[in-house]
């Protein structure tokens, strides 16, 4: 086989190419390189991502990967399903190393690019990481950490002007420009059952990896597609309804997380095009920019966190920008609330607003439509209401179902295409892969009730929920009541010890830059929503509530953050 040596930036590495051509095709399912490998010989000259002045054809996007792909298969000792980190922020690297991973028959493990170091040894640890590829501006957090993961044998140089490929890197772009045969494949082949391993949590717990089999993952991708492929892997039928360009896509979500992850290879499967932006913090008026001269028409965001920012530029401006191509928003994650759907829709009636209910362990338990001429996909239009899809039902921590109607409150669990399981977790696996009657459901822990119209209230997590005098409140219900507030930018509910109640409410609130604290004033805003139980005792201000990228709160940081506020006073 030809040696291949790879120069930049003073970076050089000897490798040996391991890849296999004229592997017979995934014959247990769909497996995502075949699929975006027939799309690339379908449509080979349209768009499939850009970044700033960077375009790549689907083509090119094959060819990187497989550059990428014949890098990794190089290592000494490479297995199948072995493990790529991307530690990365959005860019299209990203996408392009998750195909070339796929095409070899590894694995890949998302990276949080927030991460301290105890925190990406445990995660590169616990996933068996043994390829990390990584943004240049990551490389000195990375240093002095290698010796403490020394599974990972490979590590791919992402050059973001920060500064020189370190002499223990390969540079990626060498890689993916390397001369290889297209149609890199590792000696197992690939399979359907290949895995994508997503890690999720890390407030309640250490970050855990959810097992995608390719296969499930695609199919319930493409449930929502009109023209859907046959439950078996067929090529040809993928290349042959990808007739020309697809739609254009643009996480505002991070690609790290399940929410803009899912949504970009949703139209990667249709022959779309993946736009991520060049700044590595959501500003608003950036994102419209792209909209208007990128001609986006879907995104992924993660609920009032993004959406807020975006109605209040559009507000401020509302003539600055032309969005009128962009057609669909879909949330995930975190709260939406419908006044600020509403608001969207003044600026683009033609906007559909997708706020589904899913988490990285089940994707689309639920969802609500939100349209301009006001057909929506839940009975109410109201914020935190889902219509529950045909395998998800609401059920009791006894397991059984709760009745429309009854005010139970339950978890909401979703059979069908779940995940394999928790890496390495057998316990949390059984504990939230639940068999009832015959079927496997997957219950992450969102709770909710069901009115009689079948219409799904959306509680939060029971991991959060908080125990005051008796009664059980959950944040997120009371957030949103905050939240509509004018004063209030954002809002963050914990509960704290208290002799008197077990555990008492305290709102921590983020005001928007002219706004001042009524706290008597804002408790008697939430008990003229609310049950007055669910009603905070106490409200603290402070500069910002510190949500993550991907829109969500560190609960526990925030309930320190409430008990000093408390003991100041």
């Known amino acids: 086989m030809p040696t291949n040596r790879l120069h930049a930036h003073g970076c050089e590495r000897t490798r040996r190419p391991r890849y296999f051509r004229g592997v017979t095709p995934a014959s247990s399912g769909w497996n995502l390189a075949d699929v975006w490998e027939s799309i690339a010989t379908a449509i080979p000259e349209a768009l499939a991502q850009q970044q700033g002045g960077r375009t790549i054809a689907w083509h090119e996007f094959s060819a990187r990967a497989d550059g990428v792909a014949s890098t990794l298969l190089a290592a000494d000792g490479v297995a199948e399903q072995d493990k790529v980190a991307q530690y990365l922020y959005n860019s299209p690297e990203y996408l392009e190393s998750m195909f070339a991973a796929f095409k070899a028959g590894l694995a890949v493990v998302n990276t949080n690019y927030r991460y301290a170091a105890d925190e990406l040894v445990y995660l590169w640890d616990n996933g068996d990481v043994t390829a990390v590829v990584f943004h240049g501006t990551f490389a000195d957090t990375i240093e002095p950490l290698r010796a403490r993961v020394p599974r990972v044998r490979t590590w791919l140089w992402v050059d973001d002007g920060s500064g020189a490929c370190p002499d223990w890197a390969t540079p990626y772009e060498a890689a993916a420009t ?17 895995l994508m391993l997503l890690y999720t949590g890390g407030t309640t717990g250490m970050p855990k990896g959810v097992m995608w089999r390719q296969d499930d993952l695609f199919s319930i991708l493409d449930a929502n597609n009109r023209r859907r492929l046959p439950p078996e892997q067929n090529l040809d039928a993928a290349a042959a309804r990808v007739e020309r360009a697809g739609p254009r896509n643009m996480p505002a979500a991070p690609l790290m997380h399940g929410t803009g992850l899912f949504n970009a290879i949703s139209n990667l499967i249709v022959g779309g095009s993946v736009t991520t932006l060049e700044e590595r913090h959501f500003d608003a008026t950036v994102f419209l920019d792209a909209v208007e001269r990128d001609g986006i028409n879907s995104t992924s965001i993660v609920g009032d966190a993004f959406a807020k920012p975006i109605l209040r530029a559009l507000d401020a401006e509302p003539d600055r920008w032309d969005i009128s191509s962009l057609r669909v928003i879909v949330s995930s994650g975190v709260m939406w609330s419908k006044e600020t759907k509403d608001g969207l829709l003044r600026h683009n009636p033609r906007l559909i607003m997708v706020d589904s209910l899913g988490s990285s362990e089940a994707i689309g338990m639920a969802t609500n439509t939100t349209r301009g001429d006001g057909d929506a996909g839940a009975p109410s239009n109201s914020t935190a209401t889902f219509q529950l899809s045909d395998n998800t039902k609401v059920i009791t921590d006894d397991g059984v179902e709760v009745v429309p109607g009854s005010g139970q409150i339950g978890r909401v669990a979703q059979r069908g295409r779940v995940p394999v399981g928790y890496y390495k977790d057998p316990e949390k696996t059984a504990a939230t892969f639940v068999t009832i009657d015959g079927h496997r459901y997957s219950i992450p822990g969102d709770y909710a009730s069901v009115d009689a119209d079948g219409t799904v209230h959306l509680l939060g997590r029971g991991s959060q929920c908080i125990n005051t005098g008796g009664e059980k409140v959950y944040p997120e219900e009371v957030e949103e009541c905050l ?13 704290v010890p208290d002799e008197r109640w077990g555990e008492a409410i305290v709102a921590l609130v983020e005001l928007h830059p002219d ?22 005792k106490r409200i603290h201000q402070v500069p910002s509530i510190g949500r993550a990228a991907n829109g969500k709160l560190d609960y526990r940081s925030l309930r320190d953050e409430a008990l000093a506020a408390d003991s100041t006073q």
């Open 178 to 194: 390397s001369a290889v045969e297209p149609g890199v494949t590792g000696p197992w082949g690939r399979s359907g059952d290949h």
């Open 515 to 536: 706004g001042t604290l009524d706290e008597p004033g804002l408790i008697d805003h939430v008990k003229g929503r609310l049950a007055r139980y669910k009603a905070p």
């Open 483 to 495: 939240k509509l507030d004018a004063a209030v930018a954002d809002a963050a509910v914990v509960g």
